[in-house]
């Protein structure tokens, strides 16, 4: 949540900014008032339902969904699934995660290197997204 609120503050200085100069107005001086946007339901809903960190300890196991993301398996028998920012096209569900991180949390923005199983070569990275909940289609 932190990493959001980060985000949206920065987005507000941006505006704030940047829309008396677009406009000609010119801001009152010892103004310390922060105008911030508001947020659409539909924002607002994505917002709620996804998490930036998991820990790393509540990890069980993992799958690669080709070209779409990466699911983590978690204690409780729950399942989120990570969309990367970046390189989400190059999952292949052949290859293995290789993941570095200097605390015990596993967070949005986190690089992940992917290797191919049989040879063990580097074949790129991936910038993680945000965590979602992870409903698997029903099979037929």
């Known amino acids: 949540m932190s990493y959001l609120l980060t985000l949206l503050s920065t987005l507000a200085l941006l505006v704030a900014a940047i829309a008396p100069a677009a406009v000609g107005a010119t801001e009152p001086t010892g103004s310390n008032l922060l105008f911030v946007p508001p947020v659409s339901d539909a924002a607002a809903e994505r917002i709620a339902t996804g998490t930036s ?24 028998h729950k399942a989120l699934i990570n969309r990367p920012r970046h390189g989400g096209a ?24 992917l290797a191919d199983s049989l040879p063990g070569i580097t074949t ?17």
């Not at 993680?128 to 909940?133: K, P, Q």
């Open 53 to 76: 960190c998991i820990a790393l300890h509540r990890i069980r196991s993992t799958r690669i969904i080709a070209g779409e993301g990466i699911v983590y398996q978690m204690t409780g």
């Open 90 to 113: 190059r999952l292949a569900r052949h290859q293995i995660l290789i993941t570095r991180t200097s605390g015990s949390w596993l967070c949005a923005g986190d690089i992940v290197h």
């Open 124 to 140: 790129g990275a991936i910038a993680l997204g945000h965590f979602e909940a992870y409903h698997p289609a029903p099979t037929r």
